[in-house]
């Protein structure tokens, strides 16, 4: 599997500058999940130095392409659960030109776009048209690319989901897409074969051929700020399929890692199991 994506400046609660982006979170899921992978993202040179521990944990797993400018958000945490977000810089588009400099050689390839405009409805078309079969990190339907305080609709181009295999919607997302609740209704008119929508420390829903499966999370973890889960359960789910996991056991694969990952940022690891 073949994860494309930019590369983030973040500034979390006021901190220092950090890696951001699905590139600084993914590698560990692959690593987890086992097979083929790849990890391409792109960034201006001048920020990749913010980048290099990404490099040396992560080696030849992870390739950087140059661009023009890199994206930036500002994270600002009310508690652990609820988080205000601006966009400070908007980050390079996929065209044609960077898929062929990335040459995705793996037959599932994972966009991880930050803003809509990352990955054009053209993009998604050349890699089916590659052969390729794409997840979707579904972040990149509702947030608008404009610098300020991150703005959320459903103005996406419906033409974007017509080469898409497999959507993941965090649950606020998917809230906005189906304007309302989120049902199998929703999923059939959306017609991507696979939905996942992430629902916190309750698990994830899969929405597949009609019908609708609830996973449980592996257990929660409470009491640490969050960012990148989002990342590793998406690219550690869709790598697990890549490898030949159903549905079911790649989001129990996902669900475990992200949970084991989160007790790392805790002073004293801890599980409540509830």
Not at 82 to 94: C, D, F, K, Q
Not at 199 to 217: F, K, M, N, Q
Request: proline share 5%; with cysteine; charged share 20%.
């Amino acid at each position: 599997m073949t994860v494309l994506g930019n590369l983030a400046v973040d500034v979390i609660d006021g901190a220092a500058p950090s890696p951001g982006g699905c590139a600084s979170f993914a590698g560990v899921a692959l690593e987890y999940a086992g097979g083929t992978g790849q990890i391409v993202a792109m960034g201006a040179p001048q920020d990749h130095q913010l980048f290099s521990g990404v490099l040396d944990r992560f080696g030849s797993l992870v390739r950087i392409i140059d661009s023009d400018r890199t994206a930036g958000f500002r994270l600002d945490y009310v508690d652990v659960d609820h988080r205000a977000m601006s966009v400070t810089a908007l980050g390079p588009i996929w065209g044609t030109a960077e898929i062929e400099m990335a040459n995705p050689e793996t037959t599932w390839v994972h966009l991880a776009p930050l803003l809509r405009t990352d990955f054009p409805t053209s993009t998604l078309a050349l890699l089916a048209e590659r052969g390729h079969r794409v997840a979707y990190d579904g972040q990149g339907l509702v947030r608008a690319d404009r610098v300020g305080p991150l703005a959320v609709d459903r103005d996406y181009p419906q033409s974007l989901l017509r080469d898409i295999s497999v959507l993941k919607l965090a649950e606020d997302e998917a809230v906005i897409v189906a304007d309302g609740d989120f049902d199998e209704a929703t999923a059939e008119r959306l017609g991507v074969p696979e939905i996942l929508v992430t629902l916190g420390s309750e698990g994830c829903d899969i929405y597949t051929e009609g019908a609708v499966v609830r996973v449980p999370a592996a257990w929660r973890v409470t009491g640490v700020q969050a960012t990148g889960a989002g990342d590793m359960f998406t690219a550690c789910y869709v790598a697990s399929r890549a490898a030949g996991a159903g549905p079911v056991e790649a989001a129990e694969r996902a669900s475990g890692l992200v949970a084991r990952e989160l007790e790392k940022r805790l002073p004293v690891p801890s599980r409540d199991r509830a």
